[in-house]
């Protein structure tokens, strides 16, 4: 049943990834073009990240009401109604009207979030890092093709009819629409709901030092009623269970953290390199890079999390990202060898903090409050990565590109210490 879910979830992945892909690689273009603002078109970013970090939570509470499927459909089907939103939008030339259908087309980004949770629900003992990485490689696929199939989209929406720039968002919506219909019709039993229906119903984090979870399918007591397991598993028990818990806590922490630093430099990235007069294929070349980063390695950093640790690896990720503002932030516009390495740094980084740090979470919580504790997460890294964008514009604008990698030096090598010091051995069963 793993196997099925991982392949599963891998297939609406890679379909979401397109849609998210497709649709953001022109939103702030589109929006320049309708609101005759530049200053404007940088709204369709942030507002996508919004929608992102607005639907974590209803995609959490969806998924510890109906499992899953119910909290993964949520969110592809706003993103499906955002893509029309956004085609109406173009079609009647309101820019705000597309602002509001790129809220709802976060839903994407909440629903390829949400599944690397849901790899984690039937996995063995020691085993969740690279499951839930496997899920999260499976992104690179839509994200390095989404891209290079706008241009496509648009010629075809041309061929069909469709009013100019409006190819893109269809695409996108046939994707999100796929991915979709994977999820209703092919992640069935729920993982969710099989991994509660055969876990101990006293079930207690292994990282509080308590027995560890009885591995899915193993013999175990009753399972908590669904209504019992709806009342811990809200908002207000996803609060209580990071405070009770520490190792949910440097988990959260080190998410955000990681997800900040790697948003803030490679924001700001294209800018600093505009200002040398790189061209549109330079600057290209560098984000495929980063990219690459951020998703070729999850198998590897997902194997490596489970042999030595989520803590070391989230130590290791934080020292990658120290290296890597530390190497982009030094180097001048003209050195793009210097700026292509440390973006590619930069993405490997975050794949430690994001995969070690979400099988930590996942770990540190008992089964009943996970969705509620992962929504809080999504949430959390959405916010931090839009503030920590709109911070990076201020600090490149008011000074440089080379202090705002030294801030993010200081950030991450704070964070690594803390982890280091405030992590204490796991006590075992």
């Given amino acids: 049943m793993q196997r099925r879910t991982l392949a599963v979830l891998s297939a609406a992945q890679i379909t979401g990834g397109v849609g998210v892909a497709v649709g953001t690689a022109l939103s702030s273009l589109v929006v320049a073009k309708l609101?005759?603002?530049?200053?404007?078109?940088?709204l369709a970013g942030t507002a996508s990240v919004l929608g992102a970090a607005l639907l974590a939570l209803p995609t959490a509470g969806a998924a510890n009401r109906g499992g899953r499927r119910a909290g993964l459909t949520l969110a592809y089907a706003c993103a499906?109604?955002?893509?029309?939103?956004a085609l109406l939008a173009i079609a009647t030339r309101v820019w705000p009207l597309l602002l509001a259908g790129l809220v709802l087309f976060g839903?994407?980004?909440?629903?390829n979030l949400a599944s690397r949770y849901s790899a984690t629900d039937l996995s063995a003992p020691g085993h969740s890092a690279r499951h839930l990485a496997w899920v999260v490689w499976a992104a690179t696929i839509g994200s390095v093709t989404g891209p290079n199939l706008a241009e496509p989209a648009e010629r075809l929406g041309r061929r069909l009819g469709l009013a100019p720039d409006a190819g893109p968002f269809a695409l996108s919506l046939l994707a999100f629409a796929l991915a979709l219909a994977?999820?209703?019709?092919a992640l069935r039993p729920d993982p969710l709901l099989l991994a509660r229906a055969t876990s101990p119903a006293s079930q207690v984090s292994p990282a509080a030092g308590s027995p560890a979870p009885a591995a899915p399918g193993s013999p175990a007591a009753p399972a908590p009623t669904p209504a019992a397991a709806r009342s811990r598993g809200g908002l207000r028990a996803g609060w209580r269970a990071l405070r009770e818990s520490p190792a949910a806590s440097r988990a959260l922490v080190a998410i955000a953290v990681a997800h900040t630093a790697m948003v803030s430099v490679m924001s700001m990235t294209p800018v600093h390199l505009d200002h040398a007069g790189a061209g549109y294929r330079t600057i290209g070349v560098v984000l495929s890079v980063h990219i690459a980063g951020m998703f070729v390695l999850s198998p590897v950093v997902g194997w490596l999390a489970d042999r030595i640790g989520r803590t070391r690896v989230l130590v290791l990720g934080m020292g990658v990202l120290l290296a890597a503002a530390?190497?982009?932030?030094?180097?001048g516009p003209h050195d793009i060898g210097r700026v292509t390495a440390g973006l590619g740094l930069l993405g490997i980084g975050w794949s430690c903090g994001l995969i070690a740090g979400s099988a930590m979470l996942t770990e540190a919580v008992p089964l009943e409050r996970r969705p509620a504790v992962q929504g809080l997460s999504d949430l959390l890294m959405n916010v931090c990565g839009a503030g920590g964008t709109i911070v990076a514009g201020l600090i490149v604008s008011g000074l440089s590109y080379?202090?705002?990698g030294t801030a993010v030096a200081v950030m991450v090598t704070v964070t690594a210490a803390w982890l280091a010091l405030t992590t204490r051995p796991a006590r075992t069963a």
């Avoid at 609101?35 to 940088?42: E, K, L, N, Q, T």
């Avoid at 530390?326 to 180097?331: E, K, T, V």
Wanted: charged share 0%; hydrophobic share 55%.
């Fill in 402 to 404: 080379g202090t705002l």
């Fill in 107 to 111: 839903g994407g980004s909440a629903g």
């Fill in 80 to 85: 499906v109604l955002g893509c029309l939103v």
């Fill in 35 to 42: 609101s005759g603002s530049v200053a404007i078109s940088g």
């Fill in 326 to 331: 530390l190497l982009a932030g030094g180097a």
């Fill in 182 to 185: 994977v999820v209703l019709v």
